[in-house]
């Protein structure tokens, strides 16, 4: 069988908060696209004649803004915007925003093609800070669906106050610590406590973390981070390992 053509992706974290993005189209796949902008905190407009009611109640509500219009080009709130979004059931009208976007320099998700306006959406699991993404570059949204259920059974809640963990212990090193080599190799001793486990389970408390990290920060060397480490194992046994 001919191999088809594939394009390779690249794949960025963008960060979309005060960031004006505008979506053309109401439906179901609108209100998808919109409800993953608000979570990253865009400022999105929707145009569109009609309107899903969940992207009503947002308009209603002052979280988005919404024009009740037919896509027109010269919009100056697709000119301002960062990303764009074709989300209509006419791929004409998709079409024309492609253009525009492209005239305009600018990158577009069409909803109805396999990624020619220049980005496409994965499917994505959050977890706190940690943030799970699939693509199957357009050759299976409902495989890239599939998955991402998979994903939010392996990775479950416990993620996020592990991550915050990670997060604030990281924080404190970069201040603290000023050589990087040593930074790096206490941060390795920190994923080898393996504290997730016990998070999940109960065995590690939130405020252990506090203690956790009041104890390196009055110590912020190796040797600190070992001393940390038995007294891990401690809590551990007390809380029935
Ligand atoms: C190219 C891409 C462009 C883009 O939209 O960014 C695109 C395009 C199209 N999707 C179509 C259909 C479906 N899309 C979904 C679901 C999702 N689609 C998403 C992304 C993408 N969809 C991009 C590629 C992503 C990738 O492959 O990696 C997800 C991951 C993210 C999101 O939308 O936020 C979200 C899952 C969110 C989640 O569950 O977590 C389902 C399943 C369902 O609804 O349950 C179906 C029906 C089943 C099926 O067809 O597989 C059609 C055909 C329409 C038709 O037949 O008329 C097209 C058009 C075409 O292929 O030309
Ligand atoms: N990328 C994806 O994940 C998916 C994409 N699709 C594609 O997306 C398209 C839209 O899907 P749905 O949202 O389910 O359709 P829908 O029929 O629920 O919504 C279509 C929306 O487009 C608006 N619209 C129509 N003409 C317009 C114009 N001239 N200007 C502005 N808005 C206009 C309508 O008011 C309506 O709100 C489908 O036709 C299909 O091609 C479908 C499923 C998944």
Sequence with gaps: MPKPERTTYYPVMLDLKGKPCIVIGGGAVAERKTASLLEAEAEVTVVSPECTEQLNAWADAGV????????????????????????????????????????????????????????????????????????????????????????????????????????RLRTMLQSQVALPRERQQMMRAALAWDLLGPMRDGRWPAERSEELLAHIRRQPTMQGMMEAEDWIRQVLRQNGQ
């Design 64 to 167: 988005i803004r919404c024009h009740k219009a037919e896509y027109s080009e010269g919009l100056p709130e697709l000119a301002d915007a960062v990303l764009i979004f074709a989300a209509t059931d006419r791929s004409d009208v998709n079409e024309r925003v492609r253009r525009e976007a492209a005239a305009l320099g600018k990158l577009v998700n069409a909803a109805d093609d396999g990624g020619e306006g220049g980005f496409i959406l994965p499917a994505v699991v959050r977890r706190g800070r940690l943030t799970l993404a699939v693509s199957t570059g357009g050759a299976s949204p409902g495989l890239a669906s599939r998955l991402r259920s998979q994903l939010e059974e392996t990775f479950d809640d416990a993620y996020e106050p592990y991550l915050d963990l990670l997060y």
